[in-house]
């Protein structure tokens, strides 16, 4: 059998807001609420499992997603006035990132309500 990450726990202060904060800009749908988890169901079925948590440290969440969801995704970031930037220390604002490793490569990183660190990118050339 392959090794496969299948859930990951996010904490979060309010996870039904939190899990549909991801949802709207990833164009997916937060699952109905599993025992005390939120779940947000990714494409390979891997489940980010929002859980209730008053202190924890921000941690750094990223997603690859096709040139058409990047898009999408940059669009209602903008849409909502949702800060993004081109850097993980967050100092150029309103700016996407284009790979000097992998050839095509955008993505961005953005704050959830939470402060976790969400990023976003394409497969670029690598994706072919």
Request: proline residues 7%.
């Amino acid at each position: 059998m392959t090794i496969e990450l299948n859930h990951t726990i996010v904490p979060a202060r309010d996870p039904k807001s939190s899990a549909r904060f991801l949802a709207d800009i990833l164009g997916l749908t937060a699952g109905p609420p599993v025992a005390h988890f939120t779940p947000v169901t990714l494409a390979n079925q891997v489940t980010l499992d929002y859980d209730q948590a008053d202190d924890f440290e921000p941690h750094h969440y990223a997603f690859m997603v096709g040139e058409q969801e990047f898009d999408a995704a940059l669009a209602r970031l903008r849409h909502d006035g949702i800060a993004h930037y081109s850097d993980p220390a967050c100092r150029e604002a309103g700016q996407i990132y284009h790979s000097k490793h992998v050839e095509g490569r955008r993505g961005l990183y953005f704050h959830d309500p939470d402060r976790h660190l969400l990023e976003i990118l394409t497969p670029g050339d690598a994706g072919s």
